[in-house]
């Protein structure tokens, strides 16, 4: 098979990036996510890191057997590139918080 650019194939698995907000990963969501059979809504849990995968049951690769492997979405997290001012703001008083008050 060759390489395609959005979906990467292990065995009978597929794997795919999905890149969502700070505040998605914080609050959880739902995004959605294209598999081999059309776009599904995946629910992305609240806390989630950088890197964690999710996995859609039986939406991989068509393997022996007539059984399908599954599909796991790694969590890409990234900031938007046109924040607004407000939230550049926001952003902020999230670090000095963090930072406890020394920024």
């Not at 395609?4 to 969502?20: G, M, Q, T």
């Not at 022996?64 to 001012?85: C, E, H």
């Not at 407000?86 to 930072?99: D, G």
């Amino acid at each position: 098979l060759k390489p395609h650019p959005y979906f990467r194939l292990k065995n009978s698995d597929i794997e795919v990036d999905a890149v969502i907000r700070p505040d998605q990963a914080l609050f959880g969501d739902r995004i959605p996510v294209d598999t081999l059979d059309g776009p599904v809504n995946v629910k992305v849990p609240p806390g989630s890191r950088s890197g964690s995968k999710l996995r859609l049951r039986g939406k991989g690769f068509p393997a022996k057997g007539g059984s399908r492997g599954n599909q796991y979405v790694r969590l890409v997290i990234d900031l938007p590139d046109n924040l607004s001012g407000e939230e550049k703001k926001l952003y902020k008083q999230l670090y000095e918080l963090r930072k406890g008050g020394d920024a």
